[in-house]
């Protein structure tokens, strides 16, 4: 996306910021998300139980000198309509080197350990035994996620185990 300052402040004045200014060196500046292709595998049978396995390199925000990142982080942080509970949740991360998640309200996360995985999230929701996803990245910057419909977390968790260590 190439940005055009004039066309980026007049937004933000209509939506009620009637100072907003960027710096001169946002404007024709190219911004950015590389993301890689990924593969991904689905294996299903005749009762429709599912397992997903999505395996790819991690996105890359890119930004030409002069832009800074923490400005443009702030920028779309304070956009308006942006609800609240977004809002402080992309606030806390480094955009450099995180990949946003977006959670469902209803599901609970935690971080696990997964032998071979720099970083690993559990994700499950609480009113259901099954329907469960584990996202990882490994020190290659690796990015995985597995998916079931029919297992419970500690299964998936079990098998996440495997497929990350080979």
């Known amino acids: 996306m190439i940005l055009d300052r004039a066309k980026v402040e007049n937004y933000l004045q209509s939506a009620g910021w009637p100072n907003a200014t960027l710096p001169a060196s946002f404007d024709g500046a ?14 299903q049978d005749k009762e429709q139980q599912k397992l997903f396995l999505v395996q790819g390199s991690q996105p890359d ?26 809002r402080q949740q992309l606030q806390q991360l480094d955009w450099m080197h995180a990949l946003p998640v977006p959670i469902p309200k209803s599901a609970q996360e935690r971080s696990i350990v997964l032998p ?10 609480p009113q259901q035994e099954k329907g469960t996803g584990i996202l990882w990245l490994t020190s290659d910057e690796t990015l995985g996620a597995l998916y079931s419909n029919q297992l419970t ?12 260590r080979k």
């Open 30 to 43: 190219r911004v950015q998300v590389v993301e890689p292709a990924l593969l991904t595998t689905v294996w």
């Open 61 to 86: 925000l890119q930004l030409p000198s002069g832009v800074d990142p923490s400005f443009l982080k702030a920028l779309l942080t304070q956009t308006p309509g942006l609800p609240q509970d977004l």
């Open 116 to 125: 071979g995985a720099e970083q690993a999230l559990l994700i499950s929701n």
């Open 153 to 164: 977390p500690a299964q998936l968790q079990s098998l996440a185990a495997q497929v990350v």
